[in-house]
Every structure is written in C-alpha cells, then in structure tokens.
C-alpha cells in the first residue's frame, strides 16, 4: 500500500497534468510510479527531464536495460525489475538475457563488461580503477557511453529509492522470483 499520496491522473494540475497527458498519450495510462512522483513537480519533472535526454543517448537499447535490470535486481527494487523485464521483452529480448542481465552477467562479452562496470560503480561508489574504465573502452564503448552508464546508474537508483519510500504498487506483470 503506498506509503505517500497517490496523484491519480483527474487530481493532477500544471505541469504535472501535462506530464501525466504524455504519458497516457505515449503509455495509454499514468502508471504507478508517476502518480507518486506527481506529488512534486520538480520530482515528476527530473525523471522526465532525465529518462527523455537518456533516451537520446548513444547507449543501445540493450545495454540501457542491462543497466537498468542489474542495478535495479542490486537494489531490490521488484517494481523497476518487473517494469524493465516488461521493456525488455517489448524490446525483444528473451527470458535468458534479461535473467542474465538481473543476475549480473550477459553470455555477450561486450555487455558483460558493460554489466561488470556498472556493478563496480555501484560497489565502489564510483570509485573505479583506470583498468576498469579502459576495460569498457576496450570492449568498445566510447567515453560519451561511459558517461550515461553512470547516468542511467544514477535514474535506475532515483527510481529504486523513490519506489521503496512510496511501497509503490505494482501495475507490472511480476518478475519471476531469481530465489
């Protein structure tokens, strides 16, 4: 049960009502997290502000999951795994790769360096060796790419956090259980 006000999409005004008409526009519905997030503007607004510049970015669509699968399994965060498992299924990826990608791994060299990098930022605080950034260089990711590793590190863990304070509920098909 959420722990923090629920902003259904008829109470939303401004810009957060403008945000939620995107959102039923591009989702056909205000999905949970963001009937949380919209009890602040400025909250609503970063993740969008965010999530759309990420979006943009030169990261493929699978490591973007990679990503966000990994940290959010790290993090416990069942409804960013769930909703991610959704995304990456729409987008084509089989059970094995996304349970893969929860588990910390990928049978593809290139994104299981990707996975093993981000998991070092995670365990380290960002303080990673020079081996570890030249490692995903070397695996064929520019600079430009490392940069939004650590960006899509920081939105996978704001919504990780943000779900756990509101105890959002789940408007996802529930991920299998890893245990």
């Known amino acids: 049960m959420p722990r ?3 902003v259904e999409a008829d109470q ?3 810009n957060v ?3 939620y008409d995107g ?3 591009k989702l056909g519905r205000v999905i949970n997290i963001f009937k949380g997030l919209g009890n602040s503007e400025a909250a609503l607004t970063a993740y969008k502000a965010m999530s759309g510049a990420l979006a943009a970015g030169d990261l493929s669509t699978e490591d973007r999951e990679a990503i966000y699968l990994a940290v959010s399994e790290k993090n416990k965060c069942s409804y960013c795994v769930s909703a991610h498992t959704m995304i990456a299924k729409g987008a084509g990826m089989n059970e094995d790769q996304i349970l893969e990608f929860r588990l910390g791994r990928s049978s593809d060299k290139k994104l299981n360096t990707l996975i093993e990098f981000t998991l ?3 365990e380290t605080n960002g303080v990673v060796a020079d081996a570890d950034i030249q ?3 070397d695996a064929g990711y520019t600079d430009g790419q490392i940069a939004e590793v650590v960006a899509y590190i920081s939105l996978a863990t704001y919504t990780n956090l943000f779900n756990h ?5 789940l408007d996802f098909p ?3 259980s890893l245990g």
Not at 165 to 169: H, Q, S
């Open 165 to 169: 304070v509101f105890d959002t509920e």
């Open 12 to 14: 939303a005004t401004g």
């Open 174 to 176: 529930q991920a299998a």
């Open 135 to 137: 490692g995903v260089r």
């Open 4 to 6: 923090l006000n629920v």
């Open 120 to 122: 070092k930022v995670i």
């Open 23 to 25: 959102y039923e526009e």
């Open 17 to 19: 009502k403008e945000i």
